[in-house]
């Protein structure tokens, strides 16, 4: 098991909280940053850095990251280990979640191509059932590795606040959602076939 440093373990947090601000690209610059020792020691939380450091390992943390960061909290002193033990069971049971979130979908609709129509000046239902939490952000993000709808949403969406985060978020968890994007696919179209006729 490989620990960080304190110093190291704030710079990753440092790096993921870029990416998902829509500054940076964690990938591109393999979650290296700029931030130094001197930096790190003039923060008033770095106890928690120091903390986490000795608690968890490198995938750990950054998995802990993740689930904070794409649950919408920004400071470290926010974060929360509920958001990371909810964060690990929607993806250890991916494939169930994933199924109960299209099945609930698609009882909405009459077709699943409704889903993702988007109204003069509505949110398409699919974003609707998202922000009402009543599916989960994974499945949004499967969604669009598997049937590519984001650019459409961008470009048809009129409203200026809620759908660009949500695009955002999306972009940016994306890469980090690492799956079968032809299995889920053929998931999909099952579950279209079974539960739409």
Sequence with gaps: MSLMTPVETYQSYLAL??????????????????????????????????????????????????????????WIGDFDKTNWLEHKKVNQSLEYVYQNDIEKLLTLVEDFDILFRVGEGTHPKLVKAYLGKKVSLETLVILEKVLHYREKFDAKISETYIWPKVSLLIEKYEPFLEIDARAFRMKTLSLVKELML
Excluded: C, M, W
């Design 17 to 74: 909280k870029l990416h998902f601000e829509g500054k940076y690209d964690y990938f591109k610059y393999g979650g290296k940053t700029s931030a130094s020792a001197a930096s790190f020691d003039k923060r008033k939380d770095k106890f928690k850095f120091v903390k986490l450091s000795t608690k968890l390992s490198d995938p750990q943390i950054l998995d802990y990251y993740l689930a904070n960061f794409i649950r919408g909290k920004k």
